[in-house]
């Protein structure tokens, strides 16, 4: 027994070791200068710009609502945020280009550069959601675009 005491003090040591290492690399990539916020907060704020895109390929009007921060998805002049959107989407996917753009757009999500800021968080692609600043708001438990 007094010889197996040595060896379990050595695995323990060397498992605290390795899950102290672990926790520094997770803390040196969120505050890494590429993005800025915790790991949970970055994939969630590309979760939320990979759905919006998503939502704009498949033409899902509701899903990107569902994206959108409160004040966008009201009823303005008696339209609701899906109408309004169906509509623009339907007039976005016929632009020539437009699909391929949006594809392109969701794939660089993955790599964009995330900057977390209290409850507001932005996202670099190489256009902007809607035409203007890739922000988000953290608002209703989730990551809501917002202009």
Not at 91 to 102: I, V
């Amino acid at each position: 027994m007094t010889a197996a005491c040595p060896h379990l003090r050595a695995v323990l040591a060397t498992a605290v070791l390795a899950a102290a290492t672990a926790v520094a690399v997770g803390e040196a990539q969120a505050s890494s200068p590429h993005s800025v916020g915790s790991p949970e907060q970055i994939a969630w704020v590309r979760h939320a710009a990979d759905r919006f895109l998503g939502a704009e390929l498949t033409k899902n009007a509701g899903e990107a609502c569902a994206v959108l921060n409160a004040p966008m998805r009201a009823t303005v002049h008696g339209s609701s945020c899906e109408k309004r959107w169906k509509t623009r989407l339907a007039k976005l996917l016929r632009e020539p280009g437009e699909r391929t753009r949006l594809r392109t757009e969701r794939r660089a999500v993955a790599s964009g550069r995330v900057v977390v800021r209290g409850h507001t968080a932005s996202i670099d692609l190489p256009e902007p959601l809607l035409q203007g600043p890739n922000r988000f708001r953290f608002t209703e438990n989730c990551w809501m675009l917002e202009r």
